[in-house]
């Protein structure tokens, strides 16, 4: 009969690039005929029933492979991936004889899952991803293509595919108004600064797509004006902007950010000009009390001698003068008797030329005194002499000390001279010489070590012993200089040392102790050794050795908790210590060391793991008392003293739910006859959306969810028209549509085919022009331009200055070439919308003018207005001649700029007025100096004149000062 038998099943891996597929393989030893068919049908531990036919080879045994899909339906030799599967054989047939064979083993494994390769690409719009022979874009940017295995008897496999398209980069503008000249910006390989400040360039963006970036630059310039007052008080200050400005800080240069009308900064530049007020000096030194002064309208006396006068608008600057006033009126001096006794004989004396001295003791002098008046000095000397005398003596006794006069002398200061001051019977001084000799004490010193405590030594009547070891004895009069003699005496008696006993208990057998030249050891345990002591006297040591050995244990617990730790001695031991050798440092009974080995040995507990996927939600496990489900699908089990070695055994447990897959297809069409079909069912216009579920479709074995969405629009391309107002062509910019493409431009029937990159920018010219835009789905858009395209026009203005102070601007550019005219700043000008201007500004003023040209292009030009000279012109020489040359002092403003001449004052070299005028035109002669005073012609000589002058266009008052020379 024949006799099939079930050997073995086992896993067999084949590794490819892309086919690592896994099947398992069941092996039948049979003696069948070739050709005869094998029937077998099995149960699984699902319940799931299989069945296959196969041929037997002829060659036993027979190998039949059972390879896990990805997709349905499943038989036998196509069984769900990732599943536990425990396969019952129930039952074998073959066919000609009729015999059906029952078994009961079961095998159980594990089946694999396919290979599945995940592939990722950032693709830039309109670009395509071929895998195998499935077609990925941005209609389809995702999904699963299953490569068929190559090789036979191996599985498929599979591979996930995910697009992702990058969003088109918009038109980057970049708008921007500088205050530099000389600003850049460079964009690509482009640089645009003044001279180019516009137009577009097309980069790669980061992705490698294309980005296209519109420049336009405005160049503006700051504003400059200046601030320069003249002040006679110093205490004035003014704030401009967040400055102040004083006398110790008159100037500066303040910057307003932004302040220009142009958005530029305005620069302020400030000069205050303080102006001193002179100040006179008058000083006199007087004998005469009768002196007086008189400045302006104060008089100066005895009785009012000093004080400060101010003369207003006196000084050449037309600040007020000061005259600082001082008499200094001086006393006479009373005869000076100068009355004296000289004890030195060389001794002179100086009065005003004469020289007094012991030749000439007696006279008198007139001086002239500090006051510069007259002094009178009556002199009369006389001369007498000095005594002096010594004073020496000699001591034994260095404490001693002698007091002379007001000074003391000892040994630190033994000599010197002392002055009794009028000492002398004449009334001179008195001086005494000191000198004081201190004779030395000499000291003997004696000092002995003695091991002998019997020895004694006498010295003079002191006798020193063990008693009285130590003292100083004085011998009178014994030093060789007539003075005590001092011996130091010290004896030192050395202590003997007594038997030292050296008594030892030793662990160590290698142990050895010298003492002096003998060894004591194992063999020498004990002797006498005598030595000489630190006091150089004889020393006993007796020695007595005894030797003793360790003592040695075992210590090795088992455990099975791998946290607990012992503790030998000062050592701990763990897990991560568990061995070791501890010795206790003279812990056995003889007081020697104590050696203990530990050897811990640390029990696991076993460990083991059920993982498990599943597409059934209501599968549970239960292990010991703890059950697992899919709301409780993971977790650690233990079973207390379940494992061989006696301790816990751990088990744990992972069931991994699986979900359904969930694909979404979304379109958006212009076509309303697009369908979509998948599953059997039909997406179109009238069903545009919905989900459908593919039974054991998706990659982990579960069920796939398809969620549909088609959108049916009007196909739509964003179109602009784009005048550039730089000179250069305009274009039509094309960009967003609505479908994908690639698309088909048509301009004016002219076809540009296959274009993937957008925006797409077409240049056009003046006319009519139609665009027509389309995509391979048949969508289309169009729209139709009416182009009116003028260059840029040549633009420029110019000026005038008029006899006010005025300025007329002019505008050259063609009549009707620009319109919409704009000047700023507009306060100062006398329009602010014509061609021809005036302005009429105070300060240098650069004015801005904006206008529209061309298809309504903006365009812009400047021109800059500098401050009108308002420094008058003022003579230096006034003459008196028949030339009819000089002979008028008179304001002469620049190009005849009207002015008021608020003050003219001219003044002589006392400080008297000889012409005054208020308020009177500038640039008249009529309204000068003619060099008379009171109808009569002044002398010839310096004139000092201020001049205050208000120009009509600023409004302000300047002050003038300086001087004018009259001549005939």
Request: hydrophobic share 35%.
């Amino acid at each position: 009969m024949l006799q099939i038998y079930i050997l073995f099943l086992y896993l067999y891996l084949i590794l490819n690039i892309f086919d690592v597929n896994s099947y398992e393989k069941i092996t039948i030893n049979n003696n069948a005929t070739t050709g005869s068919n094998i029937f077998l049908t099995t149960t699984t531990s699902a319940g799931q029933q299989y069945s296959l036919t196969t041929k037997v080879t002829g060659t036993s045994p027979d190998s039949i492979n059972i390879c896990t899909k990805n997709t349905g339906p499943f038989d036998f030799n196509n069984l769900p991936v990732n599943q536990s599967i425990t396969i019952t054989l129930d039952s074998i047939a073959l066919s000609g004889t009729g015999c059906t064979f029952n078994y009961s083993p079961s095998i159980t494994f594990f089946t694999k899952p396919l290979l599945r390769r995940q592939i990722s690409r950032s693709l830039c719009q309109g670009e395509v991803f071929i895998v195998g022979k499935d077609v990925y874009s941005e209609t389809r940017p995702s999904g699963n293509t299953v490569i068929p295995s190559a090789i036979p008897g191996t599985c498929d496999s599979i591979i996930a595919v995910q697009l992702n398209y990058f969003s088109p980069s918009p038109v980057t503008p970049v708008i921007r108004t500088s205050c530099d000249p000389n600003f850049s910006l460079t964009v690509g390989n482009t640089i645009f600064d003044k001279n180019n400040p516009s137009g577009q360039v097309r980069l790669q963006n980061i992705r490698g797509c294309d980005s296209l970036v519109t420049v336009s630059l405005t160049f503006s310039t700051f504003a400059a004006s200046n601030f320069s007052p003249r002040m006679c008080d110093t205490t004035v200050q003014f704030t401009v902007g967040n400055q102040t400005f004083n006398k110790a800080n008159p100037s500066g240069t303040v910057t307003f950010t932004g302040g220009s009308i142009s958005g530029c900064d305005s620069i302020v530049t400030v000069s205050v000009t303080y102006l001193n007020t002179p100040v006179n000096q008058i000083q006199r030194d007087l004998c005469d009390d009768s002196f007086t002064l008189t400045v302006g309208t104060t008089t100066f006396s005895k009785a009012n001698p000093a004080g400060l006068v101010k003369l207003a608008g006196r000084a050449a600057n037309g600040c007020d003068s000061l005259v600082n006033v001082k008499l200094n009126y001086k006393t006479l001096s009373p005869v000076t008797p100068v009355i004296r006794t000289v004890c030195d004989q060389n001794f002179r004396l100086t009065v005003g030329s004469t020289i007094f001295d012991k030749n000439n003791p007696k006279g008198q002098v007139r001086l002239q005194n500090t006051q510069s008046c007259d002094s009178l000095v009556d002199v009369n000397l006389t001369f007498s002499t000095t005594t002096t005398f010594s004073f020496t003596r000699r001591t034994c006794d260095t404490t001693e000390q002698f007091n002379v006069g007001t000074q003391t002398f000892n040994k630190a200061n033994p000599s010197g001279m002392v002055t009794f001051t009028g000492g002398s019977i004449s009334g001179c001084d008195s001086i005494v010489t000191v000198s004081v000799t201190y004779l030395n004490t000499p000291v003997t010193q004696i000092q002995r070590d003695l091991c002998d405590d019997s020895f004694t030594l006498t010295v003079g009547t002191t006798t020193f012993s063990k008693a009285n070891p130590v003292g100083l004895v004085k011998l009178a009069g014994r030093a060789a200089n007539g003075c005590d003699s001092l011996v130091n005496v010290k004896l030192n008696y050395k202590t003997l040392s007594p038997v030292t006993p050296v008594i030892r208990t030793v662990c160590d057998q290698n142990f050895r102790l010298t003492v002096g030249s003998t060894v004591f050891d194992k063999n020498n345990p004990k002797g006498q050794v005598r030595l000489q002591n630190t006091q150089g006297c004889d020393s006993l040591v007796d020695v007595n050795l005894t030797f003793s050995n360790a003592a040695t244990s075992i210590f090795n617990p088992r455990t099975c908790d791998t946290t607990e730790q012992f503790k030998v001695g000062t050592q701990t031991f763990s897990r991560g210590n568990p061995v070791g050798t501890v010795t206790l440092t003279g812990a056995n009974a003889q007081g020697c060391d104590s050696i203990v080995t530990v050897a811990i040995t640390y029990l696991f507990a076993a460990t083991s793991k059920v993982e498990q996927q599943l597409c059934n939600d209501a599968f549970t496990l239960t292990v010991g008392t703890t059950t697992f489900s899919k709301a409780n699908p993971e977790g650690t089990v233990k079973l207390i003293g379940k494992a061989a070695n006696g301790c816990d055994s751990i088990l744990s447990v992972k069931l991994t739910y699986l979900a359904k897959g969930v694909q979404n297809f979304s379109k958006s069409t212009c076509l309303s006859e697009f369908t979509y079909v998948v599953g059997g069912a039909t997406f179109s216009k009238t069903n545009p959306s919905g989900s459908v579920t593919l039974a054991g479709r998706a990659a982990n074995g579960c069920d796939s969810i398809v969620n549909v969405q088609l959108i049916y629009s009007t196909f739509k391309a964003t179109q602009v028209l784009q005048d550039i107002c730089d000179g250069t062509m305009p274009q039509i910019i094309i960009s967003q549509p609505s479908h994908p493409g690639p698309y088909d431009i048509l301009v004016d029937n002219v076809r540009i085919p296959a274009v993937t990159s957008m925006p797409y920018n077409i240049k056009i010219d003046s006319g009519q022009h139609k665009i027509i835009i389309s995509n391979p789905d048949g969508c289309k858009d169009s729209a139709t331009y009416n182009v009116n395209f003028v260059p840029d026009l040549t633009v420029s203005l110019t000026q005038d200055a008029t006899i006010n102070g005025s300025t007329k601007i002019s505008v050259n550019a063609p009549a009707n070439g620009i319109w919409d005219l704009k000047w700023t700043p507009a306060a100062t000008l006398s329009c602010n919308d014509c061609r021809e201007p005036v302005a009429k500004t105070a300060v240098t003023t650069t004015y801005f003018l904006d206008y529209k040209y061309g298809n309504n292009c903006m365009g812009q030009k400047e021109i800059t207005i500098k401050r009108a000279e308002t420094r008058p012109v003022l003579p230096n020489i006034l003459s008196h001649n028949s030339s009819g040359n000089n002979n008028i002092f008179y304001v002469t403003m620049p190009d005849q700029l009207e002015a008021t001449v608020d003050i003219m004052d001219i003044f002589d070299r006392w400080g008297n007025v000889v012409f005054s005028a208020r308020n009177v035109p500038a640039n008249q002669p009529a309204a000068g100096w003619d060099g008379t005073i009171k109808n009569g012609t002044v002398m010839t000589g310096v004139y000092v004149y201020f001049v205050r002058v208000t120009t009509v266009i600023t409004g302000e008052s300047e002050d003038f000062s300086g001087s004018i020379t009259v001549i005939r």
